[in-house]
């Protein structure tokens, strides 16, 4: 039985320094709901593992075993008291693509993903440790955070389109699975109808789900793919391979010079792990307004520490392209809301989060969920990214301040995606300086209103 709360009172947890153990069935009530939701979201996971192919050359077995490790420290979040749905960093993705593509396929690349991420995962304890986090990007103008945005946007888009990339391989399902996801994600049409539909406010909450599940029927029908061949058991990842191939015992430490130079791409990534980190904590505040029952405490502090410990224990064991984040945002919102419906609906925030990532966890384990889903992950991924591509576009247009900040935004953004997170910081620094020495903001100042139909 787990330990019942007081009233407005924080959930029961074991305090270890500046983290709040919570075991599930002791410290919070286990959500069948979200874990049987988690099981069926753990395929939307699974489009890791193509990038890991392309990128890194890694066979299918070594790549799930990275799959399953970084899923295993999903579980860490809750588990030291971060209320949250982790998941990748989904929008520097594509920058981090760029960066190792400067290297030589093989061993090399591997150490120039090794310095990347345990880079990050430092800077993150750093940051967790002295507090400093939130004053570094405050010192960032609009317009370079805006640049760096839009820049992965672009380059989520440019990866898909450039010539032999994924969009030549599966070109009509990618049309049709990206043209669901876009009506589905952003029609304020279907938001409107949404709303007068029971089974419409379902799909709506299942995020790319639905893509993925049309991608399985729509790939082999068009002979783009073939039609799924189900095998029954357990997955076998390849732990072993990969500790021996793939990490630094086997591919060797990185250099020196591969720190310095990943430098860059460690800031542009940052930047977009700490807007994770302002969106869980509205989301978390949002929720608390409605639940007054349950005291939600959610320290930036505290997650720096989880997410930076996790990227740099898997640039040890597990280098990962998509990264060690704060935040899957789509499934915190529908974590978050079913939340608000009440105690009997979800009794604690942290059992909603841990339960959905146990499911995503156990997913990888299932060997029909895996092989059901193994022909279609090329168009995952390129749904994925062109979704991605249209958040971070849009996000980073919001972001500007001035019709000035979008100008350097929009010139730094291409150079970002297509000279690396380098030239293109140093784009937008140069372009602060020239275009912004002077001026007086109040007279190039512009709004955005986005408006939805109810």
């Known amino acids: 039985m787990a330990m019942k709360r007081e009233l407005g009172k924080e959930q029961p947890y074991i305090p270890v320094g500046p983290f709040k153990i919570r075991v599930p069935f002791i410290h919070y009530k286990f959500e069948w709901a979200d874990y049987i939701q988690g099981l069926l979201m753990c395929a939307v996971c699974l489009g890791a593992v193509p990038m890991l192919q392309e990128y890194l050359g890694m066979p299918f077995e070594v790549a799930m075993a990275v799959v399953v490790l970084n899923g295993l420290f999903y579980c860490a979040h809750v588990f030291l008291g971060d209320p949250v749905v982790p998941g990748w960093v989904t929008p520097a993705i594509p920058l981090l693509m760029l960066h190792i593509s400067q290297y030589e396929m093989g061993s090399e690349r591997m150490q120039a993903l090794i310095a990347f991420e345990m880079s990050l995962g430092i800077l993150a304890i750093i940051l967790g440790v002295t507090g400093f986090g939130k004053k570094i990007v405050s010192i960032v103008p609009n317009a370079m955070q805006s640049g760096i945005i839009m820049g992965a946007g672009f380059a989520a888009v440019i990866l898909i389109f450039n010539k032999g990339a994924k969009f030549d391989s599966f070109p009509i399902s990618i049309i049709i699975c990206v043209g669901l996801g876009f009506y589905l994600l952003f029609s304020n049409h279907f938001k409107s109808i949404r709303e007068k539909n029971s089974i419409l406010k379902i799909i709506a909450n299942l995020g790319i789900l639905p893509v993925v599940a049309l991608a399985i029927i729509v790939g082999p029908m068009l002979g783009e793919t073939p039609w799924p061949q189900i095998e029954w058991g357990i997955t076998k990842p390849a732990f072993v391979t990969l500790w021996r191939e793939w ?83 789509a499934m915190e919102v529908v974590i978050c809301e079913r939340y608000k419906h009440g105690r009997n609906a979800m009794d604690s925030i942290h059992g909603g989060a841990g339960s959905f990532r146990f499911g995503t966890f156990t997913g990888y384990l299932i060997l029909p969920i895996v092989t059901l889903c193994k022909p279609i992950l090329g168009i995952a991924l390129a749904s994925t990214m062109l979704i991605q591509g249209y958040v971070s576009v849009r996000v980073g247009v919001m972001k500007a301040r001035t019709f000035n900040d979008l100008g350097i935004a929009g010139v730094m953004g291409a150079v970002l995606c297509t000279r690396g997170a380098a030239w293109g910081l140093a784009a937008g620094i140069i372009l602060c300086l020239l275009v912004n020495l002077g001026n007086k903001p109040e007279y190039d100042v512009y709004v955005f209103e986005e408006k939805e139909v109810a």
């Open 247 to 329: 990490t630094f015992f086997g591919v060797g430490f990185p250099k020196a010079s591969m720190f310095i130079e990943s430098l860059p791409t460690v800031i542009s990534a940052y930047i977009v792990l700490f807007g994770d980190m302002i969106q869980s904590q509205a989301l978390l505040e949002d929720a608390g307004k409605v639940r007054i029952d349950e005291h939600i405490d959610y320290n930036p502090n505290r997650s720096h520490l989880v997410f930076g410990l996790r990227n740099f224990v898997m640039s040890i064991i597990g280098p990962d392209l998509t990264m060690c984040g704060p935040l899957w945002a």
